[in-house]
T-cell receptor, first 110, second 114 residues
Framework: AQRVTQPEKLLSVFKGAPVELKCNYS??????LFWYVQYSRQRLQLLLR??SRESIKGFTADLNKGETSFHLKKPFAQEEDSAMYYC????????????FGGGTRLMVKP | GAVVSQHPSWVICKSGTSVKIECRSL??????MFWYRQFPKQSLMLMAT?????????EQGVEKDKFLINHASLTLSTLTVTSAHPEDSSFYIC??????????FGPGTRLTVT
């Protein structure tokens, strides 16, 4: 069975501080990992996916298969980064079906 | 990016009645559509997956006779909550995907059953 765990429900940092949102997964095959973001009163949208290996809005995430982690990082948080962040996993045999983690609310204080 | 719409955005219905929620892909053909349920301050829980022209696949614990899903075309899927009860009150979100590309999410529909 596939599972995604985000251990922190809430993460509060000051503007300009580094931020790391943790995500761990369990999956027997080769998963595809994603980070989705939901800003206040907006729909869920894709932030980044591990196969793209790109930086979006200053965020990066590296897939660590040894630790089964896909933590989201940003060196300098901005107030506009405040949102709900969801880590999600897609297994090869399940098509593009996603399993979501519980989500982490990031609050960036001025 | 691709756009998915949902209608209505908010619906209030009386207990025992049925309510239909529409999910449309506006500028792409969604071969697969997904329906999620989200309780306050909780994550999205997948309810069912539907492929155009075939029966939906429901997740464990989701009553298929209560949550009727129809995916009649590549741009439209509907979720009908039958004989709604207050415990069905929730935020329902759909998403569409074309092939193995990413999912695009709708804005969600808030259902309140009184």
């Amino acid at each position: 069975a596939q599972r995604v765990t985000q251990p922190e429900k809430l993460l509060s940092v000051f503007k300009g501080a580094p931020v790391e949102l943790k995500c761990n997964y369990s999956y027997s095959g080769s998963p595809e990992l994603f980070w989705y973001v939901q800003y206040s009163r907006q729909r869920l949208q894709l932030l980044l996916r591990h196969i793209s290996r790109e930086s979006i809005k200053g965020f990066t995430a590296d897939l660590n298969k040894g630790e089964t982690s896909f933590h989201l990082k940003k060196p300098f948080a901005q107030e506009e980064d405040s949102a709900m962040y969801y880590c999600a996993l897609s297994g090869g045999n399940a098509g593009n079906m996603l399993t979501f983690g519980g989500g982490t609310r990031l609050m960036v204080k001025p | 990016g691709a756009v998915v719409s949902q209608h209505p955005s908010w619906v209030i219905c009386k207990s025992g009645t049925s309510v239909k929620i529409e999910c449309r892909s506006l500028d792409f053909q969604a071969t697969t559509m997904f329906w999620y349920r989200q309780f306050p301050k909780q994550s999205l829980m997948l309810m069912a997956t539907s492929n155009e022209g075939s029966k939906a696949t429901y997740e464990q614990g989701v009553e298929k006779d209560k949550f009727l899903i129809n995916h009649a075309s590549l741009t439209l899927s509907t979720l009908t909550v039958t004989s709604a009860h207050p415990e069905d009150s929730s935020f329902y979100i759909c998403s569409g995907a074309s092939g193995r590309h990413e999912q695009y999410f709708g804005p969600g529909t808030r259902l309140t059953v009184t």
